[in-house]
């Protein structure tokens, strides 16, 4: 891969505009790219240096282009293309931008799915475009939830495969983003009505295993002791609320077999990623939904949080089955947010 002068372009993708800034690399004999949501790793960490703190519409900006429409999704970056999706504000047509690393010129806008029947609720908190794509050599993986999920050729455009069949009621749009390992895809589906997560043959977008999140609880239950009075109210103004969530899995390997670690609405399940099969879950305390952070593996041990409850769980991935009140090293709901700022510059 020919070599990036910047390891990681800072991208301001907003409905009307994109902002792309020239950050340098630490060492310029080394091949970077930023391809997938939070970073190759997965854990936000780039190894540039001497970063800019200050920016304006002049001050360290190489170039601004345009991006029509809405989307909320991060730009990724491999060799001498910036790649991001956006959406029409009403869901109906769903595209897939290219835009040149060293001129900010575009490369390709390329429409890739037409909606008949978009999701249109709420629509003040999220796009229709906010998964993040995951791009290598050749290919870039774009993905909408249930809307739709496509691979295209990133030098002509082309769409080499695309699936429409896994489908879920995200209530508030999708977010989740696609990961890679090995010869597989990840896609999940954490909506209202079903919670699955899927493994697809990167190659063909051919389903090599669904696994349904299994999971028994009772929104009334929660409601009542989180002391809603209201309770058939809140049920029927967001039903099944308790089951949607918006978290992409992260890939770990412990004692050298690795683990597919997911966060769902309610619990985080670590799964086999050959064959789907449930290796350990924790569940989540409370109002755990709504959940979006992706998990860290440093230490041979994993963090998350759990949404809504604003709590930070620290498990040891050893266990097996449900690991609740066995396998958590420690958690914390006060300050979560400072220690999290804390373990993503330490971890």
């Known amino acids: ?15 009307v505009f994109a902002l792309a800034c020239a950050l340098y690399a630490q060492n310029a004999t080394t091949e970077n790219y930023w391809n997938q949501f939070r970073g190759p790793n997965g854990d936000g960490k780039a190894i540039a240096t001497d970063l800019p703190m200050q920016f304006s519409e002049t001050e360290n900006v190489r170039w601004k282009t345009p991006i029509h ?22 869901g109906r047509e769903l595209f897939a931008i290219c835009v040149d690393l060293e001129s900010g010129n575009t490369l390709h806008d390329i429409k890739v799915f037409d909606v008949a029947e978009p999701q249109l609720e709420h629509g003040d908190l999220n796009s229709h475009a906010s998964p993040t794509p995951i ?14 999920t496509a691979c295209l050729d990133t030098k002509t455009g082309d769409k080499l495969w695309e699936r429409r069949d896994l489908n879920c009621d995200h ?7 696609p990961i890679i390992d090995a010869d597989t895809l990840f896609l999940t589906f954490d909506g209202v009505d079903v919670q699955f997560i899927a493994a697809l043959d990167r190659n063909t977008g ?22 809603v009075k209201d309770i058939e109210e809140t049920k029927k103004e967001k039903p099944n609320d308790n089951r949607k969530s918006y978290a992409t899995p992260t890939i770990i390997t412990f004692q050298g077999k690795k683990q597919l670690v997911s966060p769902a609405a309610e619990v985080t399940i670590s799964y086999d990623p050959k064959t ?17 952070c992706r998990p ?28 609740t009140d066995s396998h958590i090293v420690w958690r914390n709901r006060k300050g979560a947010l400072k220690y999290r700022r804390h373990l993503s510059s330490t971890i």
Do not use: C
């Not at 429409?69 to 009403?90: F, H, L, N």
């Not at 099969?277 to 959940?291: C, I, M, Q």
């Open 206 to 227: 051919d389903t090599l295993w669904l696994q349904h999140r299994k999971v028994d609880s009772n929104f009334e239950d929660v409601l009542k002791a989180k002391g």
């Open 296 to 323: 860290i593996f440093a230490h041979n041990l994993v963090y998350f949080t759990t949404g809504v409850e604003k709590l930070l769980l620290v498990v040891d991935p050893s266990g097996r089955g449900d690991v």
């Open 276 to 292: 789907g099969d449930e290796l350990w879950r924790v569940r989540h305390e409370g109002w755990g939904w709504n959940v979006a």
């Open 69 to 90: 429409d809405k989307g909320y999704s991060s730009p990724v970056v491999w060799d001498d293309q910036i790649w991001m999706t956006t959406a029409r504000e009403d």
């Open 1 to 15: 891969m020919k070599r990036i002068p910047t390891t990681i372009l800072t991208l301001i993708s907003v409905s």
């Open 171 to 177: 209530r508030v749009r999708p977010a989740s983003s």
């Open 135 to 148: 791009v290598e050599k050749g290919r870039i993986y774009v993905h909408y939830g249930t809307y739709g």
